[in-house]
């Protein structure tokens, strides 16, 4: 049987989610087919092991008549027949295309009947859920309840947390990129200033999103890391919108080897630039799940996000230091002081470098 899951998520939902992916992959025996949505999901996970089929949809909350790409899920999905699914999205805007194609409730294992325990982290929950069968898989099984939960040695040997492999074609692509940019001999710091909500609004954008931090802020700790770390070139990553906020942190930082690198980093390249460098200092953000996912150690800062359900989690154990800030006692990143993110930084534990 191959399992199929459906997720709807950001970036770093999806990083969260191979937390999921690898527990199916081993009980099944198979790839995971993956619905989803949003350009990353294909390049992410595209090549990660136990992913099979992806199919994306633009939009969920398009009539599905005037939706070609939901129509095609839909075909794809009947064409693969039965099997068991996992629904894993909080809103049930994805649900009917599971109806549309045919797949009955008893195949379902649906995340809204099994919300979050108290204190549990969001790749428990994916981990946990992948255990729990559906109703027509243990009916067929005689083990019992929906609630029936498989534990075997292969399950139990998936490392809890989030994982991604970087391949080696993305390892020869970065070196390529680094040895253009003249970056191939240096050791790497990274930071991550912005995020997509960062750039909504144009200047509105620092009154609306609560995973902005003062560029000021910013360039203090650039040059704290600068001072600390002479001998690495410092890169700030980012997507195409975020060149430009990069360029003002870069300018009111004014030190040397620091390179923006906002509008060259696909995705592939983006992890295995995660994969190579030796830390990273961002906001709460997709990178910030992938670079754990890698083994990248990094501070990250948390904003109104719960840094005890979605810190960054990866396999390998890379050293985390988690910030948080209050303004007015509600949770706000406005409120994490520079000399916090300089003080992380310098406990933070470097990837090891071989000699």
Not at 9 to 29: E, N, S, Y
Not at 35 to 48: A, C, K, M, N, Y
Request: proline share 7%; aromatic share 8%.
């Amino acid at each position: 049987m191959r399992p199929l899951a459906v997720r709807c998520g950001a970036f770093g939902d999806m990083v969260l989610f191979t937390a999921l992916i690898r527990v199916l992959h081993a009980r099944f025996h198979a790839p995971v087919d993956i619905v989803t949505s949003g350009p990353w999901s294909e390049p992410l996970l595209g090549e990660q092991p136990g992913v099979g089929e992806i199919w994306s949809v633009r939009s969920r909350k398009t009539p599905y008549w005037l939706s070609a790409d939901q129509r095609q899920v839909v075909r794809r999905l009947r064409e693969r027949g039965l099997g068991p699914t996992w629904f894993c999205d909080g809103s049930d805007a994805a649900r009917p295309l599971l109806a549309r194609a045919g797949i009955p409730e008893e195949y379902i294992v649906d995340v809204r009947n099994h919300p979050l325990l108290p204190g549990e982290h969001a790749t428990e929950q994916w981990r946990r859920l992948a255990q729990i069968m559906p109703a027509a898989i243990t009916a067929a099984a005689g083990i019992g309840p929906t609630t029936a939960q498989f534990r075997d040695a292969d399950v139990e040997a998936v490392t809890p947390g989030c994982y991604l492999q970087v391949s080696e074609r993305q390892r020869i692509d970065l070196e390529v990129w680094l040895r253009a940019s003249g970056l191939w001999a240096a050791p790497l710091v990274l930071v991550q200033v912005g995020n997509k909500r960062t750039m909504r609004r144009g200047l509105r954008r620092f009154a609306v999103n609560n995973k902005y931090w003062p560029n000021e802020r910013w360039a203090e700790v650039l040059r704290h890391v600068r001072l600390q770390c002479p001998d690495h070139a410092i890169v700030l990553l980012g997507t195409r919108p975020e060149y430009a906020l990069n360029q003002e942190v870069a300018a009111l930082a004014n030190i040397e080897r620091l390179y923006n690198a906002a509008d060259d980093l696909p995705i592939p390249r983006l992890l295995a630039l995660l994969a190579h460098a030796d830390g990273l200092i961002t906001v709460d953000s997709g990178p910030a799940h992938a670079a754990a996912a890698v083994g990248c150690p990094l501070v990250v800062l948390f904003g109104k996000a719960s840094s005890s359900l979605y810190r960054p989690w990866g396999t390998a154990g890379a050293d985390v230091k988690l910030l948080c800030g209050q303004v007015a006692g509600e949770p706000d990143m406005l409120g994490i002081e520079t000399r916090s993110v300089i003080t992380a930084w310098s406990d933070l534990k470097l990837r090891a470098r071989s000699v």
